[in-house]
């Protein structure tokens, strides 16, 4: 084991998933040593994803089944420095700057599902939502050296998801001159419009608010469709491509809701990245044998590997990306709140938390 100065400190921990409310801030946590694997990181910055509600609600995402584990600190995505490495930990040292990566103890070319998440940072280990933690070195890559903790915060999970979207199939990755569709301004679709516009790909996204569609315009998207206005959008967003050919890349957030547009708005032999459940449950039948219309590509995924993520942040530093932050940052005591406004929807892109001042 190696040893380590005794830390107080504050940190976020979940005593029930019967809500938000069941969050608690301990003004005193302390940590005494790591072990031969683990780092120590005093954290700087997290940053919250739709997966991060259904922790603390009790969601069960997919085959995801919460365990009970009162204590446990939530969070998956968040950025700090290390402080300490164990002995046996070859590829860190002290003052590294790291940002979290959610699946650990699993090769780094390891592929994650739903079932993976239950030993995932903030639901199976303690997570990032905390001004020190210890994670095993598997846990974490090394930070993109061109961003605050703040932005770096954003990318492990809705970031990488983006990525693996749009990089994630051999043979299939996004290349300059694509039409790319993305759907709403969460975390997710603002980092896929951010990755795809970096590559010189052109970009329509979706989007209820006028205000929001302004925010997405000025990131770079070509066009921006109402989808209260046009809840059956998939054609109109179609038309606006060359020919109305469709899109190369379509990044579906919202499950069941939204597949059955995301399909009428694909190209022939187009990829639609359906990694979300933010549409909920509908009544409507998930319309499967439509891609046969298009002979395209439908494909799930959750997150990215570790090697994909040593690939994204590689990218956000040779592209000079800049991922975009909600108009509101939290402190650390403020928590709460933060989740309050991501559960509510009225955050754009990524709702980050600083841990430290």
């Known amino acids: 084991m190696a040893g380590t100065e005794t830390h107080r400190f504050k940190q976020w921990q ?3 998933t019967l809500g938000i409310d069941g969050l608690n801030l301990v003004k005193d946590a302390s940590i005494t040593q790591i072990g ?6 005093e ?8 997966l991060d509600l259904f922790v603390a609600r009790g969601g069960q995402p ?30 860190f040292a002290t003052g590294d700057r790291v940002v979290t990566h959610l699946i650990g103890r699993i090769p780094d070319d390891a592929k994650d599902d739903f079932t993976s998440l ?6 199976g280990t303690n997570g990032t939502l905390t001004q020190y933690g210890i994670f095993h070195e598997s846990n974490i890559v090394h930070a993109p050296r061109s961003l605050s903790f703040d932005q770096a915060a954003t990318l492990p999970c809705s970031g990488l998801t983006a990525y693996n979207a749009l990089f994630g199939l051999g043979g299939r990755q996004i290349q300059e001159n694509q039409w790319v569709l993305v759907q709403g301004t969460g975390g997710v679709s603002v980092a896929a419009l951010q990755i795809a516009v970096a590559v010189g790909a052109h970009v329509v996204a979706t989007t209820s608010s006028a205000e929001k569609a302004v925010k997405l315009e000025g990131l770079g998207a070509k066009h921006v469709l109402n989808y209260r206005d046009t809840p059956e959008w998939g054609l109109p967003a179609r038309a606006l491509t060359p020919g109305q050919a469709g899109f190369d890349h379509v990044v579906d957030i919202g499950g069941e809701a939204t597949l059955g547009e995301s399909v009428k708005a694909v190209k022939t032999d187009g990829v639609v990245s359906t990694i979300g459940l933010l549409g909920g449950p509908t009544d409507r039948q998930v319309p ?3 891609v046969l219309h298009n002979a395209c590509t439908v ?7 570790r090697q994909q993520m040593r690939d994204f942040v590689a990218f956000v530093d040779e592209k000079g990306m800049k991922p975009t932050l909600d108009d509101m940052v939290f402190g650390i005591e403020d928590a709460r709140k933060a989740y309050w406004r991501q559960g509510r929807q009225q955050h754009f892109s990524k709702v980050v938390i600083k841990l430290h001042d």
């Not at 954290?43 to 739709?50: E, G, I, Q, V």
């Not at 494909?299 to 590997?305: E, S």
């Open 14 to 16: 979940l005593s029930t």
């Open 36 to 41: 031969d694997e683990e780092v120590l990181v």
């Open 43 to 50: 954290m700087h910055a997290a940053s919250l994803n739709f």
């Open 62 to 91: 997919g085959t995801l089944k919460q365990m009970p584990n009162p204590g446990l600190v939530p969070g998956c995505d968040g950025c700090g420095i290390i402080k300490a490495v164990g002995a046996a930990v070859k590829k």
């Open 118 to 123: 239950r030993s995932s940072l903030g639901i």
């Open 288 to 290: 499967m044998m439509a």
């Open 299 to 305: 494909r799930g995924l959750v997150a990215g590997t």
